[in-house]
C-alpha cells in the first residue's frame, strides 16, 4: 500500500466518481453486483449505497449449489439494507457441462463457467431493471490475471479497479464494515483453495511488486512478472481488423 493512501480521502474520490458515472449515465436507475460475501463485493456495495442511496443499489447471491459461507453475504445486505435476490446457478452450470458432454474439459475450463454463468446472470437482471452492472476487481488481482475473462472481469464500471488489495481492506475498516468481512482469507468459491494458494505466492508479494519493482524474491519476482505478461489479454479490448 502507498505511504501516503488516504482511505478516507480515497473514499470520498471513489463516492465522486460513481455519482459523476451515473450523472453522465441518464437513462441507468442504479447499480446491481453481485455479492460473494468477500472484501471486494462487501466494501463495492458500500461505496454504491454512499453514492447512490441504497434503494438504488441492488445485490444478486449467486452460489452454485451448496454455498457454506452464504450467511456472510446475507449480513452484508442485511448491514447495507439493500434490496437483493439469490439466484443458484447450479442448474445452469450442470445443464451446460451435460450440453458440452465433453470429459477432456479441463479444471480450469469448468471452473470459469460458474462466473461467466454469473455475469449473464447479472446482465439479465440489470438489463430488466435498467441498472448498470457494477465491477469488484481489485488491482491486485488485475495485475496478475486472476480473474475469469468475460466472468468476473466484465462490467459497465468498477470503483475499486485501482485499489491493491490492501487499499480495499483499508477502505472497508475505514468505512466500518464488519471485520470478519474485510479480513476474510480471499478465494475464488470454487477451487476449494485459497487466492495465494492457487497463485503461489501472497497478494503482500503483488502489492510490492507493483509499488517497488520487486517483492524482495527474485524467485517470485519472476513468477509475477509472468503471470502479468501471460494475462495481458485480459486486461486489453480484443484487436480487431480496421480498414486502412
Known sequence: MKKDFNAEKECENIINWIREYFKNQPSAKGAIIGISGGKDSSVTSQLLVKALGKERVFGVLMPNGEQKDISDSLKIVDILGINYKIVNIEKAYNGLLEGIADEKLSIDAKINISPRLRMTTLYAIGTSMNYRVCGTGNKSEGFVGYTTKWGDNAF??????????????????????????????????????????????????????????????????????????????????????ERA
Do not use: M, W
Open 156 to 241: 459497465d464500471f468498477n470503483p475499486i479497479g485501482d485499489l491493491t488489495t490492501e487499499e480495499v481492506v483499508a477502505v472497508g475498516d475505514f468505512l466500518g464494515l464488519p471485520y470478519e468481512l474485510v479480513h476474510k482469507t480471499p478465494s475464488d468459491g470454487l477451487s476449494g483453495k485459497s487466492d495465494e494458494e492457487k497463485l503461489g505466492f501472497s497478494y503482500k508479494q503483488i502489492n510490492e511488486f507493483i509499488e517497488n519493482g520487486s517483492c524482495g524474491d527474485k524467485e517470485i519476482d519472476e513468477k509475477i512478472r509472468l503471470k502479468h505478461e501471460y494475462n495481458e489479454h485480459k486486461r486489453n479490448l480484443p484487436p480487431k481488423y
